[in-house]
């Protein structure tokens, strides 16, 4: 007999009392008679390297801490055997908590350490039970999570919609973007499984491309969508290299009380998604194109998924235009400047902290000696036509450039990223400016140093951060050198 087998006749009184409140019809549907019960739906089972089991599962409701015990259920749900939760990780990291409410890349997955059992103790399609106390309340977030998720009954009859062959488009135009996004997440592990995911011409592979087609025109023709801002930096909340779009207000909210439970202050704001003639403010999927959000979740909490920006709206063309030409954009700078300051302004302490700041700090500064910037300058008899921002010069003309200075009362140049940021504070065509690389603007400045997107991120480059920037750039020469010399004695 195995360890299995021993343990589960010791341990079969004390198991039946773990989940003496849960019917077998219930558990067999996946539907919980309390939704502050820890369930959680196993999708695989690992070894340890040392003994044990690493339960793989996707949280269906409440909350589960480590060093807890729970109850291994069969799908009909009568009860296997009790075990302990030593630890919970997710992507190789422990963490404090699983719970069904949550915010991130890779959803409501986690690994469960069971050091008691072998993997053969568990199955997949079988779930992990935690019974609440009977005076446990749903916290707040709970309660919003459980008021907008998709319902067991709704995925149900989405599931049966998912195993068409075809789906009409009258089918896609009577359902959600929520309910869209859930059949195509059914369609594409229907494709796994089938062993058909790199086959683009089996008809499950084209159902998935019709679906996903319908989920990207139905996120261009939404009146609003929600995005949920940092306080601290006044943009876009980064969501490990990704940003949040919600289809409905209540997700968004649901995601500033998540957030706020990690010392995050954020705040809802509702953009037009696509450009308009009417337009005042930038579009989200143009912001986003600006600050180089080229990844976009949709949905994160909910059901999501994961789309490309390029994909919404496509970028500007400028294959014509000769590199000189073309218009300042510094995409990968404008995401590490956020990057590093919504890091450097979030309000908490960990460990390595320090570490974490000096990384997001060099490459935010290494992007910076990549940049074309827009300096404002002007000159006499400078005239500008209607909309005209960037413009050529010629030789020898006498220009003047703009500066500005702090409260300190110091005087800095300022250089813009593109034109959105440049059009924040030279609006009204009084200065134009020319496109010019870091070096260059650094020869240029006057006063101080340099300040870039003043109105923006405002990040200021005094004598000590142009040398800083320098040091990172001589620091990246120098990893890449002994990465060739590596390299070469290998192939040697």
């Not at 929520?178 to 159902?207: F, G, R, T, W």
């Not at 209607?386 to 500005?404: R, S, W």
Request: glycine residues 6%; proline residues 5%; charged residues 30%.
């Amino acid at each position: 007999m195995g360890l299995f087998d021993s343990w589960k006749k010791k341990n079969r009184q004390e198991t039946e009392e773990v989940f003496e409140t849960a019917s077998e019809e219930k558990v067999s549907k996946g539907i919980f008679e309390n939704p502050a019960d820890f369930v959680c739906e196993i999708k695989d089972v690992l070894p340890l390297k040392e003994q044990g089991s690493m339960i793989i599962g996707e949280v269906l409701h409440g909350e589960l801490t480590p060093d807890s015990k729970v109850a291994y259920t069969g799908e009909n749900g009568r009860a296997i055997l009790n075990c302990t939760v030593e630890a919970i990780e997710q992507a190789g990291m422990r963490v404090k908590k699983a719970a069904a409410c949550f915010m991130g890349t890779i959803g409501p997955v986690f690994a469960f350490i069971i050091k008691e059992f072998a993997p053969n103790a568990f199955q997949k399609g079988n779930y992990l039970y935690q019974q609440a106390p009977e005076d446990k309340e749903l916290t707040e977030l709970q309660k919003a999570y459980e008021a907008n998720r998709l319902t067991r009954e709704r995925k149900a009859e989405l599931t049966v919609l998912a195993e068409k062959e075809e789906l009409t488009a009258e089918e896609i135009a009577s359902i959600s973007i929520q309910d869209i996004i859930y059949v195509l997440y059914l369609n594409s592990m229907n494709a796994k499984q089938a062993n058909v995911a790199e086959d683009e011409e089996h008809p499950l592979k084209k159902k998935e491309k019709q679906v996903y087609e319908n989920l990207l025109e139905c996120l261009r023709k939404q009146d609003e969508v929600y995005m949920t801002f940092d306080k601290a930096t006044n943009f876009p909340f980064l969501n490990q290299g990704l940003v949040d779009i919600y289809t409905k207000r209540e997700y968004a909210e649901l995601a500033v009380m998540y957030y706020a439970e990690q010392f995050r202050q954020l705040e809802v704001r509702a953009l037009k998604p696509m450009p308009t003639k009417e337009s005042k403010e930038a579009p989200a999927y143009v912001l986003m194109y600006y600050l180089g959000m080229g990844r976009i979740m949709v949905d994160n909490g909910q059901s999501r998924a994961l789309i490309s920006r390029d994909a919404l709206l496509p970028p500007p063309d400028y294959s014509k235009l000769q590199p000189a030409q073309r218009p300042a954009e510094n995409q990968a700078l404008r995401l590490h400047m956020l990057d590093f300051f919504q890091e450097a302004r979030w309000q908490v302490n960990y460990e390595k902290r320090a570490e974490v700041l000096k990384a997001k700090e060099e490459a935010m500064l290494l992007e910076v000696s990549k940049g074309r910037f827009m300096i404002p300058m002007k000159y006499d008899g400078m005239q500008l036509k209607a909309g005209e921002n960037q413009i050529k010069i010629k030789p020898d003309t006498q220009l003047m450039f703009a500066a500005i200075k702090n409260p300190a009362g110091e005087s800095y140049t300022p250089i813009f990223t593109d034109m959105p940021e440049f059009g924040k504070m030279y609006p009204n065509g009084e200065w134009a400016a020319i496109v010019i690389p870091f070096e260059e603007a650094v020869r240029i400045s006057r006063g101080k140093g340099l300040v870039i997107n003043p109105v923006g991120e405002n990040l200021v480059l005094n004598e000590k951060a142009i040398d800083g920037v320098r040091e990172c750039v001589k620091k990246a020469e120098e990893a890449a050198k002994e990465s060739n010399e590596d390299g070469e004695e290998t192939e040697q």
